[in-house]
């Protein structure tokens, strides 16, 4: 690679982190355009991809490194801390990359963005890393606080955690959302089995796994699976395991009567069609005209007939709809996404506790207002990709507790996958990512009594 080349990477990894910080926008979808705009070359994209993700993920960590070389953090430009925490994460996690190499790259874009003075301070604070060595972590007494630092996860969350799960665990949990996740697909079995799917992908050139964990889906080992000609043609969609789980959970069978209320993008309303064998109807509701959209490209793609969109808050489906109407409800509903922080690592920066509540009281809202719209003795899924127990189990226990109507489905565990049933206890499931390295995700499984 030529120092050009590599400069240019380092220049637009720094022009991104800025840009998330700014804009608070999801660093996965500004990643991609970032790599067809600069033209990044393919063997760049993995370096793009490493410094902008690990600089992110390692920010708190990074900024405590800094702390002692940097005298007036506030008067420095933006730009030049996020430089300097691009080059600090070099020069601390990637080994395959010299010191001076990458001291001498943030030096040259120093020049190329400011001025002399701006590239001797960079310089001075670098080379008095190098010199002088890093401050130690352990340093830090107080246990959450070190976990929380040396993981890059905001205090509150880490003592959150800790009070809700145990330290261990929340250490293990906090250590896998530093690290990249796989990318999973779900193949279409209406279209044809896992076996062919994966030999097809395998002709195309990537490398493929089957999921121990989920009978109908495959992990990528190399390669991105939505650029091959088999995604185009509908043999599978991406979508991760955990989420996988849903459609099990919810049980729907041949020429029943499904709402998904709040479906978009389509991934387990598309899964729940096959599973019915593009038979019935799944209802796929959501508030976003641009994001129905995306369901019913999916739907199409797949080649599923059997899914009716309908944009609309699904507070109000009761105008929509007649009482008992519905054999299932899918509430698969807005959170926190504290399980999905391995791919939106800007994430855990911008979350506060306030959030949490609030999303509790719509997460409340939203399950009074579908219940009603469910057969007696039908199933109502209610899932988040969170791990928090405010926002699944308190939420599910206020839910059963103001509805009589409503109880735990014990049953839950005989339809799931037999790789998951030694998690289950009773009717709901809390997946922590590193439970089998998929999102963090809850699923509770709710009847309406006869």
């Not at 063997?43 to 405590?64: P, V």
């Not at 963005?113 to 401050?135: C, F, M, T």
């Not at 709809?321 to 939106?344: N, T």
Request: glycine content about 6%.
């Amino acid at each position: 690679m030529t120092t050009k080349a590599r400069t240019n990477v380092r220049e637009a990894a720094m022009d991104l982190l800025v840009t998330i910080e700014k804009n608070q926008s999801y660093s996965n979808l500004l990643l991609n355009h970032a790599i067809n705009n600069n033209q990044i070359s393919q063997k760049d994209i993995g370096l793009l991809t490493e410094l902008t993700y690990g600089t992110l993920q390692r920010r708190m960590a990074l900024d405590f490194f800094l702390k002692p070389f940097i005298k007036d953090h506030k008067k420095l430009a933006d730009w030049i801390i996020h430089l300097l925490r691009l080059t600090v994460y070099q020069m601390v996690y990637l080994d395959r990359i010299p010191d001076r190499a990458a001291i001498y790259e943030a030096v040259e874009i120093a020049k190329k963005r400011g001025h002399k003075g701006i590239a001797g301070l960079v310089n001075g604070v670098l080379r008095s890393i190098q010199r002088e060595g890093l401050p130690s972590l352990n340093d830090v007494s107080d246990p959450i606080e070190r976990l929380s630092l040396e993981t890059s996860h905001p205090l509150w969350l880490v003592g959150r955690w800790v009070s809700q799960f145990g330290y261990d665990k929340t250490k293990e949990m906090c250590e896998i959302n530093l690290t990249a996740p796989m990318q999973i697909a779900r193949v279409n079995l209406t279209k044809m089995s896992r076996d062919e799917c994966a030999q097809v992908l395998e002709e195309e050139g990537f490398e493929i796994e089957k999921s121990p964990i989920i009978p109908e889906a495959i992990r990528s080992l190399r390669g991105n699976l939505a650029n091959s000609i088999a995604f185009k043609y509908g043999m599978f969609t991406i979508q991760d395991e955990s989420s996988m789980l849903v459609a099990y959970a919810l049980g729907a069978e041949k020429n029943e009567f499904v709402l998904d209320a709040c479906a978009a993008p389509g991934g387990k309303s598309t899964h729940i069609a096959e599973k019915m064998q593009n038979t019935g109807e799944v209802i796929s509701v959501d508030l976003h005209q641009h994001k129905v959209r995306l369901i019913n490209e999916n739907a199409r793609r797949l080649g599923l007939s059997n899914i009716k969109t309908n944009v609309s808050d699904s507070r109000l489906l009761q105008e929509k709809f007649k009482q008992e109407s519905f054999h299932h409800i899918l509430l698969d509903a807005p959170c926190s996404g504290l399980g999905v922080m391995r791919r939106k690592p800007d994430m855990k920066y911008t979350k506060t506790e306030k959030d949490l509540e609030r999303l509790s009281s719509i997460q409340q809202s939203l399950l009074t207002s579908v219940a009603p719209l469910l057969k007696k003795g039908g199933t109502l899924v209610y899932s988040t990709c969170t791990v928090d127990k405010e926002e699944n189990e308190y939420t599910v226990k206020t839910f059963l507790d103001n509805n009589p109507e409503f109880e735990g489905d014990l049953s839950l565990k005989n339809r799931m996958p037999e790789a998951i049933q030694p998690l289950i206890t009773g009717f709901d499931l809390q997946i922590f990512p590193q439970d089998f390295g998929s999102d963090g995700f809850y699923i509770a499984a709710l009847k309406r009594k006869v």
